[in-house]
């Protein structure tokens, strides 16, 4: 009986090895060529510089570490422009997570806070231009590692600051863009400085807190 049974066993192994369909190779990304030598800061309007048919990657290298993020180019083709856009002109380097609330989310993007001497304005600045929100995405915050464009009241505020969620944030879902996940690199966002805390009173800041740099922004893409 047991020469029949293996008998079988190998019989239909060697079946389901025939209909297993192979598994999808994984995306092979490769770097954009940056726009500019140097940071530049201000724009009347960001250039189009994505294909939103393509897959995009953002790799974050910050002092505490590298985070690498999936743009969602379909979902919010403007943010991913935009975001982009800004990083292939060195935007991003130099600037700082200027607003790291434990249990919230990570801010980042401001242009002034790359300059220590303008820090009662970090939270404040922009590249110059503004666009609208993209909502209707099915998109939400309801995990740690999605990646959200900040803005000020107005809808119509978008522009380079940006926001990665430590925590399920659903208050914030309908409210502002999804353009983005965390792939690799929470762990790094876990180590970050905390520069405030929050409570029923809103946030108090923590004295002290050095803020972390972006060193730079590589953008990749998947042909």
């Known amino acids: 009986m047991r020469p029949l049974m293996l008998s079988a066993l190998l019989m239909t192994s060697t079946a389901f090895a025939q209909t297993t ?3 999808t190779p994984a995306p092979t990304f490769t770097p954009v060529p940056y726009l500019s030598a140097a940071p ?6 960001p250039g189009w510089v994505i294909n939103p048919a393509k897959t995009y990657r953002a790799v974050l290298r910050t002092t505490k570490g590298d985070v690498t993020v999936e743009l969602y180019a379909k979902q919010a083709p403007k943010a991913v422009n935009s975001f982009v856009f800004l990083a292939l002109n ?3 380097d130099g600037t700082r997570f200027h607003r790291v609330v434990e249990g919230f989310m990570a801010q980042g993007g401001d242009p002034l806070s790359a300059d220590a001497a303008q ?4 939270g404040t600045g922009g590249p110059g231009y503004g666009f609208f929100v993209e909502l209707d995405q099915g998109l939400n915050f309801n995990v740690a ?4 464009m900040a803005r000020s009241q107005s809808y119509f505020s978008q522009g380079s600051q940006f926001f990665i969620t430590l925590a399920p944030a659903d208050f914030l879902n309908g409210e502002y863009t999804v353009f983005g996940k965390v792939v690799t690199g929470q762990d790094v ?6 520069t405030a805390t929050s409570g029923q009173g809103g946030e ?4 002290g807190a050095e803020p972390d740099r972006i060193q730079s922004v590589q953008i990749l893409v998947s042909k």
């Open 21 to 23: 369909t192979p598994a």
């Open 40 to 45: 530049v800061r201000t724009f009347k309007e």
């Open 90 to 92: 060195h935007f991003y």
């Open 119 to 122: 820090k009662a304005q970090w």
């Open 145 to 148: 590692g999605v990646l959200g």
């Open 189 to 194: 966002l876990a180590k970050l400085t905390r």
């Open 204 to 207: 108090t800041p923590i004295q």
